[in-house]
């Protein structure tokens, strides 16, 4: 079987799993878990559901495995085929060259959530991801309304912020994974996933993993935790930075950047003296910090070395994706992309692949959302919760838009 004959095809359910914040499972962390797979329920990570059980003998599993062999479609992979179509690498396309390609059912690439425990409220974020919302959801009505959620309700009870299932995670289901990759919330803020870490240590395995680890970079993890990562084969340490200076205060609410400064700089002198570690950023691209990406992405090569972020573009919430806006405002967009990039005359290829597909996102606009007016709204209603205003901080967006949507009186 390959990805390319079987369009429907992919290797992430024979060899990979993704445990959800609230312990659930899905194939891959793209997966859409609203759409109606066929697979029947979730299953969840427990003390009585072993995570081995459920990857390898569950009907949601092996109904996923049976689909794909078919080469039948699955609804929750939408997203991947909607790439595919518009000529955009996809997680689908991208798993021939990320796992071991073959049918035979070895979980060999383990992907956590590590819960909503989060100290950002991040505007591209949601309380379903980040528990940074709670207190102004509890304070402000607008909110409230906003995320359609009470002051007392469960989402926001302090207990349900951490992802229980990675305690029940043994040292037998532990022992064929080559890669784990962990997100937040923050996973530094994880007891759980700061004593799995450890344990994989002890066990004697994490010289044979591959740890791609996400963070705020909002504050350095405790010593023991820094010298655990010394031991892994290898560790990608990715910061998630979606801008520089103001940009990242406003966008990334509950950090500041000068600390933010320090802190990357500090992963960047650790990564130099412990040659197990590599650098990387992912940057969450919106109509927010697209017109910015330049700006971002000079600064990570002057400061860290790192010559080009990953990107992953808002999907929700709708109004501030990209693909929301018009198709002669996006025209615009992709002009400043390619005014500010020359990329007939970039040299390294990673660079010059990263920004010739952004232009192609921002230009084929591939999900047609129409929340134009939203972003407005809401981002109005955001400002006036928080005490901010993105017109100031982003100019260059806010004439942009006095150009095509704001009427002229």
């Known amino acids: ?99 071991t390609q073959t049918t035979e059912i070895n979980l060999e690439f383990l992907e956590i959530e590590s819960g909503r425990f989060c100290n950002l409220k991040c505007r591209s974020c949601s309380p379903w991801v980040s528990s940074g919302f709670h207190n102004e959801i509890k304070s402000s009505s607008d909110m409230q309304e906003h995320w359609g959620l009470e002051p007392d309700d469960t989402l926001l009870d302090p207990r349900n912020q951490l992802n229980k299932a990675i305690q029940h995670i043994s040292k037998e289901q532990s022992a064929e994974i080559k890669k784990l990759k962990v997100t937040g919330g923050e996973p530094m803020l994880s007891e759980y996933f700061l004593n799995y870490v450890q344990n994989l240590s002890e066990w004697g395995f994490s010289k044979n993993i591959h740890l791609e680890v996400f963070t705020n970079s909002s504050f350095l993890p405790k010593q023991k935790f820094l010298d655990a990562l010394k031991t892994f084969k290898t560790v990608e340490l990715v910061m998630s930075i979606d801008a520089i200076g103001e940009k990242c205060s406003f966008l990334r609410s509950g950090t500041d950047w000068q600390t933010m400064e320090k802190v990357v ?44 972020p990953s990107i992953s573009y808002v999907k929700s919430p709708k109004f501030m994706s990209i693909s929301s806006l018009s198709t002669v405002v996006r025209k615009d967009i992709a002009k400043a992309l390619k005014d500010a990039w020359n990329v007939d005359t970039i040299k390294n290829t990673r660079v010059k692949q990263m920004i010739t597909e ?49 009427p002229h009186k």
């Open 358 to 406: 952004i232009i192609l996102f921002v230009e084929n606009n591939p999900y047609q959302h129409t929340e134009k007016a939203k972003f407005m709204e809401k981002n109005k209603m955001f400002d006036t919760v928080r005490n901010e205003n993105w017109k100031l901080i982003f100019p260059e967006l806010h004439t942009l838009f006095c150009k095509h949507l704001i």
């Open 265 to 308: 700089k500090y992963w960047h002198s650790f990564s130099q003296q412990n040659k197990n570690v590599d650098l990387a950023v992912s940057t969450t691209l919106s109509i927010f910090n697209v017109l910015y990406l330049k700006e971002l992405v000079d600064w990570l090569q002057q400061n860290i070395k790192v010559n080009f």
């Open 1 to 99: 079987m390959d990805t390319v004959d079987n369009k429907f095809f992919c290797f992430y359910p024979f060899r990979s799993v993704d445990v959800t914040a609230d312990s659930t499972i899905t194939p891959c962390c793209t997966f859409d878990i609203d759409a109606d797979s066929g697979c029947g329920p979730r299953p969840k990570v427990d003390a009585n559901n072993s995570l081995s059980d459920i990857f390898n003998d569950s009907h949601y599993m092996k109904t996923f495995r049976k689909k794909m062999l078919n080469n039948e479609e699955v609804a929750g992979c939408w997203r991947c085929y909607k790439k595919d179509q518009h000529g955009v690498r996809s997680l689908r396309t991208k798993s021939a060259n990320q796992l």
